[in-house]
T-cell receptor, first 112, second 112 residues
Framework: NAGVTQTPKFQVLKTGQSMTLQCAQDMNHNSMYWYRQDPGMGLRLIYYSASEGTTDKGEVPNGYNVSRLNKREFSLRLESAAPSQTSVYFC???????????FGPGTRLTVL | KQEVTQIPAALSVPEGENLVLNCSFTDSAIYNLQWFRQDPGKGLTSLLLIQSSQREQTSGRLNASLDKSSGRSTLYIAASQPGDSATYLCAARNFGNEKLTFGTGTRLTIIP
């Protein structure tokens, strides 16, 4: 039981490049989330998906797109990376019967 | 809009002492409040979750309390150990909302 996994662990991009962050969970959870964590600002929600086939914007969605590929996988795409998107990105999931969110190990992204 | 504050941002205490971490929230219509631990370079691990109908939750040396009327939650750590050194974050979830609002965390250092 791996829980929530994220790939890659580290990534360096140049301004304007694109990339997709991958997230998968094996706990049969319905809800999945993408957060970014910046120093002094805590975790902020980018997008979330309450169920397969649905996605909703969070607090800071600009510059990002998401895809809920199936119940297990939720990807985050940066179409044209900007230095302001340098951050640590966390994926999380939550089941219907539990209010606890489970987090992945994070992806450290640097945009030059 | 829910806002969550954690003060102080950093705390150092000698090993063996009992300590309290604070979390304040502005909207008392919370569904639950969750405490997480984050080790450097790692993801978040859920420690305790208190539902709105509960006053406290305990797990081992940890005890979390919730006072909705005053907009406060505390995390009490008994007999602190060096292994307790980490950043502790609290997060509030409101009724009718899947999203968590995080505080910026308290970085705890236990001095051997």
């Amino acid at each position: 039981n791996a829980g929530v996994t994220q790939t890659p662990k580290f990534q360096v991009l140049k301004t304007g490049q694109s990339m997709t962050l991958q997230c998968a969970q094996d706990m049969n959870h319905n809800s999945m989330y993408w957060y970014r964590q910046d120093p002094g600002m805590g975790l902020r929600l980018i997008y979330y998906s309450a169920s397969e086939g649905t996605t909703d914007k969070g607090e800071v969605p600009n510059g990002y797109n998401v895809s809920r590929l199936n119940k297990r996988e939720f990807s985050l795409r940066l179409e044209s990376a900007a230095p302001s998107q340098t951050s640590v990105y966390f994926c999380a999931s939550m089941g219907l019967t539990s209010s606890t969110q489970y987090f992945g190990p994070g992806t450290r992204l640097t945009v030059l | 809009k829910q806002e969550v504050t954690q003060i102080p941002a950093a705390l150092s205490v000698p090993e063996g002492e009992n300590l309290v971490l604070n979390c304040s929230f502005t909207d008392s219509a919370i569904y639950n409040l969750q405490w997480f631990r984050q080790d450097p370079g790692k993801g978040l691990t859920s420690l305790l979750l208190i539902q709105s109908s509960q006053r406290e939750q305990t797990s081992g040396r940890l005890n979390a309390s919730l006072d909705k009327s005053s907009g406060r939650s505390t995390l009490y750590i008994a007999a602190s150990q060096p292994g307790d050194s980490a950043t502790y974050l609290c997060a509030a979830r409101n009724f009718g909302n899947e999203k968590l609002t995080f505080g910026t965390g308290t970085r705890l250092t236990i001095i051997p």
